[in-house]
Structure formats: structure tokens, C-alpha cells
């Protein structure tokens, strides 16, 4: 039976990181794996698959090794993006040596889950303790559980960006309007197929629109490139005094867009990313009419949630 060794492990991890250093923002995980399987040479064994899911056993190990590398506080996963840490980049500076680089990274896992109350304590060997490289058997679980969870969020995140990607722009602006609605808010006009003038939702407080402040939405279904700064002026330009603008759009925002967003001071304006919109849809789904559900249609499935 093939081992993958510690150091053959730690290689892998110093690549992964190296990819990752230069995508300061998070890349997601697919990404990320796809891109690492392009830079190394695969042994057969890590080239190989499982029988039971046809996966490349490439995958799974890296991925077991990145759990060790999240408790240790080097990497943060979240909805199928990794994202190094500045202790993360900072291990991966001081430590050259691949096996001491990965044994690391178990140690400060092994520290995190001694630590950890809620966790099965399985009988330890002579050679484990809290600061070994060693690892237990229900260490291996939790880590496959972890795995689990990670892979159907990720599954789940990667459907939802498929699905507003292919959305029809103006299918995406009744969608927030619903969203508005639900929210207690009263869409007077959403902007019909053609130019908008830079505004394609105008909502108010109350049902006459007579109490401020008067709500103008710009809404980009927008897929590969970030919102920034001059585009948040161009629309501001269309704010009056008294109005507060939402901006919204599924591809995100730049840096310099939320630091400008933020020191707003006269004229407010709120960003809405896709995690952000799916987050309202999710907490006022109930509120939504059978139409605007439709529109988008969630069903929860629950997952034990891995510790952390």
C-alpha cells in the first residue's frame, strides 16, 4: 500500500500556499486544487482514484491536509474559498523544510484539539500528546467530516453562482425588488429593458412614498469583474440629500469601493454582495410571495457542523 509521507505532504502544502499567495482575496478551492495538480508531478498513487467515487486521491489528500492547516490558523475556508492567513504566510516564510512545515501545521492541530471539550478523547500511545506530530483515529474522523461539509457547501456555493451567472438582468432586478418587498420596503418603480440612467430600482418607506429617505437601488449582474470606486461615483452622482443608495451586484466589490462606501459621510450608500443577497433572501424567505420564491427556490439541508 502507497504512504504519502509527511514530507512529500508538506511539499504539497508549500505549493498550495505559494499558489494562494497570489490571490490575496481568496481563490476557490477547485481553483485552487486545479491549479496545484498543474504545478506538481502526481505519483501514481496520488493520481490514482477511489473506486467508490471515481475521485482522485490528489484531491482528498490535500484536502485533509488543509483541515490541519485551518486549525493551525494558516488558512480560512469559507463557501469553497481558501484564503491564506498572515500566520499562514508567515509559517510558510519561516519554515524552508517541507516535513517540518506540514508536522507544524498537525502539532498546532493536535494543540487545537486538546484544547477542544466537545471532541471524542480517543486512548492515546506513548508517542501522541497535545504537541505530537502524531495523530488518532477520531482525529481522522473529524477530519473526514470536515472534508464532508466543506465539499457540499462548496457544491451548494458553486450552484448558486452558476445560477445568477446565467440570470437574466432583468429577471435579477425584479428578484431584488421581491427582496425589497419582503423587507418592508415599497419598490415604486423598477426600470423596464433599456437605459436606466444609472437607477433601476426606486423604493420608499411607506406605501405613498411620502417619508424619507427615498431608496434607489443599481443593480449589476455583473460575473467576472469587481465593482470599484468609479463605479460607485457613478452612481452616487444620481443621489440626492435625501436619498440612500444600494448598490448591488453578484461579482463583488473592490477594496478601494467598501474603504470609499464606508467614509461616506453626506450621501449613504450600502454594498450588496451575492453573499449578502443570499443571506437576506435566506432570512426573509418567509415573507417572500409564491412568485418571488420561484424567482429563487432554496431548500435547507442540514449538516452536522464540524467543530471549530
Request: glycine share 6%; proline share 5%; hydrophobic share 40%.
Amino acid at each position: 500500500m502507497a504512504v504519502v509521507t509527511r514530507k512529500r505532504t508538506g511539499e504539497l502544502l508549500r505549493n498550495l500556499f505559494e499558489i494562494l499567495m497570489l490571490h490575496p482575496e481568496g481563490l476557490p478551492a477547485a481553483q485552487a486544487l486545479e491549479k496545484l495538480a498543474s504545478k506538481v508531478v502526481m505519483t501514481e498513487h496520488e493520481a490514482g482514484t477511489y473506486e467508490s467515487s471515481g475521485a482522485r486521491r490528489f484531491e482528498k489528500i490535500v484536502r485533509f491536509a488543509t483541515v490541519d492547516c485551518v486549525k493551525a490558523e494558516w488558512l480560512t475556508k469559507h463557501r469553497g474559498t481558501w484564503t491564506l492567513t498572515d500566520a499562514g504566510i508567515k509559517a510558510y516564510k519561516s519554515t524552508s523544510d517541507p516535513e517540518a512545515f506540514y508536522k507544524e501545521a498537525v502539532r498546532l492541530y493536535n494543540k487545537w484539539r486538546a484544547s477542544n471539550p466537545t471532541l471524542p478523547k480517543g486512548p492515546k500511545s506513548e508517542a501522541q500528546s497535545e504537541d505530537s506530530e502524531a495523530q488518532s483515529d477520531d482525529a481522522e474522523v473529524e477530519k473526514s467530516a470536515s472534508i464532508t461539509f466543506e465539499e457540499a457547501e462548496e457544491q451548494a456555493w458553486q450552484e448558486i453562482e452558476q445560477f445568477f451567472g446565467g440570470m437574466n438582468p432583468y429577471d435579477f432586478q425584479e428578484l431584488v425588488a421581491d427582496l425589497l418587498r419582503a423587507m418592508g420596503y415599497f419598490p415604486a418603480w423598477v426600470a423596464p429593458p433599456g437605459k436606466d440612467g444609472g437607477v433601476d430600482i426606486v423604493a420608499y418607506s411607506d406605501p405613498l412614498g411620502t417619508q424619507a429617505p427615498r431608496i434607489k437601488v443599481q443593480v449589476k449582474r455583473l460575473t467576472s469583474q469587481r465593482v470599484d470606486s468609479d463605479g460607485l461615483k457613478s452612481f452616487m452622482a444620481n443621489l440626492g440629500d435625501d436619498d440612500v443608495g444600494l448598490f448591488v451586484t453578484i461579482s463583488g466589490f473592490t477594496k478601494d469601493a467598501s474603504d470609499f462606501a464606508r467614509a461616506q459621510e453626506k450621501r449613504k450608500i450600502t454594498l450588496i454582495d451575492l453573499e449578502r443577497l443570499v443571506e437576506l433572501w435566506i432570512q426573509f424567505y418567509g415573507k417572500l410571495d409564491d412568485r418571488a420564491r420561484q424567482r429563487f427556490a432554496l431548500t435547507p439541508i442540514y449538516f452536522l457542523t464540524p467543530p471549530t
